[in-house]
Nanobody, 122 residues
Framework: QVQLVESGGGLVQAGGSLRLSCAAS????????MGWYRQAPGKQREWVAV???????NYADSVKGRFTVSRDNAKNTVHLQMNSLKPEDTAVYYC????????????????WGQGTQVTVSS
């Protein structure tokens, strides 16, 4: 089936930057919207950013102006560039695809990655 695998998490000081990546693998024709969610300890998972297959982006207010989402359709990857990180950005970040076109007329999803930890120290 279709798998999403994240990479790039880690520990960074407040004000620093990290770049997350997510690669999709499997047999499919295309992926619709791809994006990122995050879940901090004791909190619900929240949406962070999304990029459409055509490149249109949207962001949660809490990260607007600091985070940039991008994708490479040829490589089936999505990235999240995170700048000016704050301690409140600490969370497990999950890659998300709302649906995948397995073959014309056959949709499958949503799909989630396994998550990557981002820790921002003050």
């Amino acid at each position: 089936q279709v798998q999403l695998v994240e990479s790039g998490g880690g520990l960074v000081q407040a004000g620093g930057s990290l770049r997350l990546s997510c690669a999709a693998s499997g047999s499919f024709v295309s992926i619709n919207n791809m994006g990122w969610y995050r879940q901090a300890p004791g909190k619900q998972r929240e949406w962070v950013a999304v990029v459409s297959s055509g490149g249109t982006t949207n962001y949660a207010d809490s990260v607007k102006g600091r985070f940039t989402v991008s994708r490479d359709n040829a490589k089936n990857t999505v990235h999240l560039q995170m700048n000016s990180l704050k301690p409140e950005d600490t969370a497990v970040y999950y890659c998300h695809a709302d649906y995948v076109v397995l073959e014309p007329g056959t949709l499958f999803g949503p799909r989630w990655g396994q998550g990557t930890q981002v820790t921002v120290s003050s």
